[in-house]
């Protein structure tokens, strides 16, 4: 008889022990490793990634978001992007991703912008103006039209184009004034 009462309480705290990892408790929890601004702004990234909105980033989404975003990219660099995730890149393994690299040496401020410019640049290593201010201004922390003009207002422009590397060595102090 006492085996009896000792199986319900354990099988209610495995319920209230899945319950407390969702929120912020358990420090195993990938969500637990960003604040909610920055998940809310990877969750906003990853819906613009989900053209097709069936919760999976696959390779059309990735095709369709470099083009929109008019960065050049080949098919093998969508399967080395694939290739990144174990599994089908769903919300929460678009978040382990993050976690992972964060955990694992892209915390480095400079990788991390390098990263981010080099996202948006073309083969040829430039970046689109207008391409670059609509997204700078509709996602994450949103700038203003006189933040992008002073931003441009410091990079040297052709053909309505910026140079991601100048732009990187600028941001992370690699650049020599000759």
Same mark, same amino acid.
């Given at each position: 008889?006492? %085996? ?27 969500? %637990? ?13 990853? $819906?613009?990634? #989900?053209?097709?909105? %069936? ?12 083009? #929109?975003?008019? /960065? ?7 399967? $080395?992007?694939?290739? #990144? ?26 990788? /991390? ?31 203003? #039209? ?33």
């Amino acid at each position: 008889m006492p %085996d009896a009462p000792a199986s319900t309480p354990a099988g209610s705290k495995k319920k209230k022990a899945k319950k407390a990892s969702k929120g912020g408790g358990g420090g195993s929890n990938v969500f %637990d490793q960003f604040s909610q601004k920055q998940v809310a702004e990877f969750k906003e990234g990853f $819906q613009f990634m #989900d053209r097709d909105k %069936d919760g999976i980033v696959g390779r059309g989404d990735i095709r369709a978001t470099a083009d #929109d975003v008019g /960065v050049s990219i080949n098919d093998a660099q969508i399967d $080395q992007m694939l290739a #990144d995730c174990p599994a089908s890149i769903n919300f929460t393994q678009l978040m382990n991703m993050f976690g992972t690299r964060q955990q694992g040496g892209a915390t480095d401020e400079d990788d /991390v912008i390098v990263a981010a410019f080099n996202a948006f640049a073309d083969e040829n290593g430039q970046i689109d103006c207008d391409n670059f201010k609509s997204l700078i201004q509709q996602f994450g922390e949103r700038y203003t #039209d006189a933040d992008v003009k002073g931003f441009f207002e410091l990079v040297a422009i052709n053909d309505n184009k910026f140079d991601a590397k100048y732009v990187c060595d600028m941001l992370t102090g690699k650049l020599r004034e000759d």
